[in-house]
């Protein structure tokens, strides 16, 4: 099976700009994830979505928001960017009811 | 409010000894628990997990013991490798909780010496 992907891998915008990240998850997993990567905070935990609802979410402002699709394909969306979302932004997906989540690439996002 | 700490910043370890990662949480309603490894600029990789109905689970050359009481986990690796080389973090869930949520200790780096 092939893993998760996440589109593009790198990426660098401008401050007050917005951003969308896209994860492709595993074939058959309908829950995906996001976490937020940096070397003050770690790995945080952004949102999570299952069949298109989202069923959790983690203490980010609400500039961060997400969404997922029929298929399963989930997108995450930055706007009005600051320096300190600079990060390694992750995509995890897993079987509905398991909790082993299975991590993408990362997308890494420069904000200048 | 770290809900879940891994105290060693970093181990080194000779190649072909047992590697001894230390992971301890706060939150009582953790329930499933897992270890993954991490190289700069790519995504976690799931190695091992274990399940709060068991105080230990194997996998080759790793297993990870759970301690309820003291609410602490650990990752043995052995033997170790000089590919093992790497950023090794736990992670904690609430099984019961709506959703799939991982929190995260902050990550142990390992150094293996051939």
């Known amino acids: 099976k092939a893993g998760v992907t996440q589109t593009p891998r790198y990426l660098i915008k401008t401050r007050g700009q917005q951003v969308t990240l896209s994860c492709s998850p595993i074939?058959?997993?309908?829950?995906v994830s996001w976490y937020q990567q940096t070397p003050g905070q770690g790995l945080q935990f952004l949102f999570e979505?299952?069949?298109?609802?989202?069923?959790n979410k983690g203490n980010f402002p609400g500039r961060f928001s997400g969404r997922q699709f029929s298929n399963s394909r989930s997108e995450m969306n930055v706007s009005t960017l600051e320096l300190g979302d600079s990060a390694l932004y992750l995509c995890?997906?897993?079987?509905?009811?398991?909790?082993?989540?299975?991590f993408g690439p990362g997308t890494r996002l420069t904000v200048l | 409010d770290q809900q879940v700490k891994q105290n060693s910043p970093s181990l080194s370890v000779q190649e072909g000894r047992i590697s001894i990662l230390n992971c301890d949480y706060t939150?009582?309603?953790?329930?499933?628990f897992l270890w993954y490894k991490k190289y700069p600029a790519e995504g976690p990789t799931f190695l091992i997990s274990?399940?709060?109905?068991?105080d230990k689970n194997e996998d080759g050359r790793f297993t990870v013991f759970l301690n309820k009481s003291a609410k602490h986990l650990s990752l043995h690796i052995v033997p170790s490798q000089p590919g093992d080389s790497a950023v090794y973090f736990c992670?904690?869930?609430?099984?019961?909780?709506?959703?799939?949520?991982?929190?995260f200790g902050g990550g142990t780096r390992v150094l293996v010496k051939p």
């Open positions: 995890a997906s897993s079987l509905y009811g398991t909790d082993t989540q299975y």
């Open positions: 992670a904690a869930s609430a099984v019961q909780a709506a959703g799939n949520k991982l929190t």
């Open positions: 074939s058959g997993h309908r829950s």
């Open positions: 274990i399940s709060s109905i068991k």
């Open positions: 979505y299952f069949s298109e609802t989202q069923r």
């Open positions: 939150n009582s309603m953790f329930d499933y």
